[in-house]
């Protein structure tokens, strides 16, 4: 069935490691986003991608980088350089006005 | 200024209460309006879009004031199911991306 596919659900970082969340989606859509949701806090945009082989950075987008290679796939990577990473990764797709989100996934830091 | 500002409550209701959040959005040009419910730990979902009509969907009524830029949602006979955080989301002027307020928590005790 259709939907959003965020992996791993949980993902543990240790100190200077890079890691890579997976979203994938099978619902056509062409505009893909990632958030970052800190407790009590509303949604932050990480990055976005508009179409296939583009993509723009959000609010805060330092730290991280994405690539969009295919319709259906938008990996985002947490690098070293972001000192903070500890948070609830939101990745959704877009059709006309309407988001849909992934069920996300949990980074903590060792 | 944020683009979208919520009063994080918590609101605190008995069942059969009628509750009511309101948010407010700063740019006039913003094209739509939305409701999305995000339950503890879970992704966000579209609870209902916002017409400048108004609109109703079961217990859940929407609202958009153009001229004072904000936006109200009314639950009637509040259920212990819709305890949860309620997202303000109001779509930009330009390139389609969203803004989330923080979200006000609701509680509903039996």
């Known amino acids: 069935d259709g939907g959003i596919t965020q992996s791993p659900k949980y993902l543990f970082r240790k100190e200077g490691q890079n890691v890579t969340l997976s979203c994938e989606q099978n619902l056509n859509h062409d505009a893909m986003y990632w958030y970052r949701q800190d407790p009590g806090q509303g949604l932050r945009l990480i990055y976005y991608?508009?179409?296939?082989?583009?993509?723009q950075k959000g609010d805060i987008a330092e730290g991280y980088s994405v690539s969009r290679e295919k319709k259906e796939s938008f990996p985002l990577t947490v690098t070293s350089a972001q000192k903070n990473p500890t948070a609830f990764y939101l990745c959704?797709?877009?059709?006309?006005?309407?988001?849909?989100f992934g069920a996300g996934t949990r980074l903590s830091v060792l | 200024r944020k683009e979208v500002e919520q009063d994080p409550g918590p609101f605190n209701v008995p069942e059969g209460a009628t509750v009511a959040f309101n948010c407010t959005y700063s740019?006039?040009?913003?094209?739509?309006f939305f409701w999305y419910r995000q339950d503890c730990r879970k992704e966000p979902k579209l609870l209902m879009s916002?017409?400048?009509s108004g609109n109703e969907d079961g217990r859940f009524t929407a609202q958009l004031n153009r001229a004072s830029q904000y936006i109200s949602l009314l639950i009637r006979d509040s259920k212990l199911s819709d305890s949860a955080t309620y997202l303000c989301?109001?779509?930009?002027?330009?390139?389609?991306?969203?803004?989330f307020g923080r979200g006000t928590q609701l509680t509903v005790w039996p």
């Open positions: 959704a797709s877009q059709n006309v006005d309407i988001q849909y």
């Open positions: 740019n006039s040009a913003s094209q739509s």
């Open positions: 991608s508009q179409i296939v082989n583009d993509f």
């Open positions: 916002v017409y400048s």
């Open positions: 989301v109001v779509r930009g002027s330009t390139l389609g991306r969203l803004y």
